[in-house]
């Protein structure tokens, strides 16, 4: 690995809303944002996946709504038919590590490339069962696994799974990335690979979102003159989780 400071700034929820998607790609088009994570069950994703310029891509794993993609997902795990946040806690390892497989396969239909690495929406792989079964998928398929914490990171590395050394983001009832808090971060950085996530967009126009205006705020941060002069001031490197080798 390259000595350094590398930063791969990750946007989640490409293809969660067709407004929060155009929003990534304007990040990308005109800002630093050079990766994205992609949510492959959602009625938008397949408009989502006719483009994808300047992004890696990655699978935003989602077993918190909509339908699943394996054929076989036991219906008495499901709520009405879909994925629900409020069970995912109770979902068996073998049956979370079937989905992913089938969301990298989705990914990789609709791109005709694997996945970059593989992250969860609400960071649901905070419970054992998901980051049990998401490891064993992941280490088959040779997919890094975002880790947002330092006991996160050791129970991916001690399942050969590998993670980022560092993260850093939030999203809550105001917008986590404003141009001060961008500079404030990126100032502070450890050399090696950190990832950023945020959530650039434009405010959904088909789902009902709490973070909303939000996104809007994070694209005007990360499309700012000031977001580029950052990395261009202070020697970063942008990359994707490419950057962890093999």
Known sequence: MAQGRQVIINA????YDPAVTEGIRRAARGGIVR?????????????AATDTARLA???????????????????????RGELSEARAAALPAEVVEAEVHAQCERLEAL??????????????????GVLE????????RGLPVRSIDAAMRGALRARGVRT????????????????????????????????????????????RSGYAAQREVEL?????RRAAELVETLGLELVSFAALGD
Do not use: I
């Open 35 to 47: 990766s994205t994570t992609f949510m492959v069950n959602t009625p938008h994703s397949a408009e």
């Open 111 to 128: 791109l005709g490339h694997a996945p970059t690495h593989v992250d969860v929406h609400k960071h649901l792989h905070r419970h054992e």
């Open 133 to 140: 079964g998401l490891a064993r998928a992941a280490r088959a």
């Open 220 to 224: 005007a941060t990360f499309t700012s």
């Open 164 to 207: 980022n050394p560092h993260f850093v983001g939030d999203a809550g009832a105001e917008a986590y990335w404003t141009v001060a808090e961008l500079e404030r971060q990126l100032a502070g950085l450890p050399e090696g690979v950190t990832e950023l996530m945020c959530h650039p967009g434009l405010s959904p126009s088909h789902v």
């Open 57 to 79: 891509v990655g699978l935003h794993l989602n077993l918190a709504r909509h339908a699943p993609c394996w054929a076989g997902f036991p219906p008495a795990l499901l709520e």
């Open 12 to 15: 989640d929820d490409f293809g």
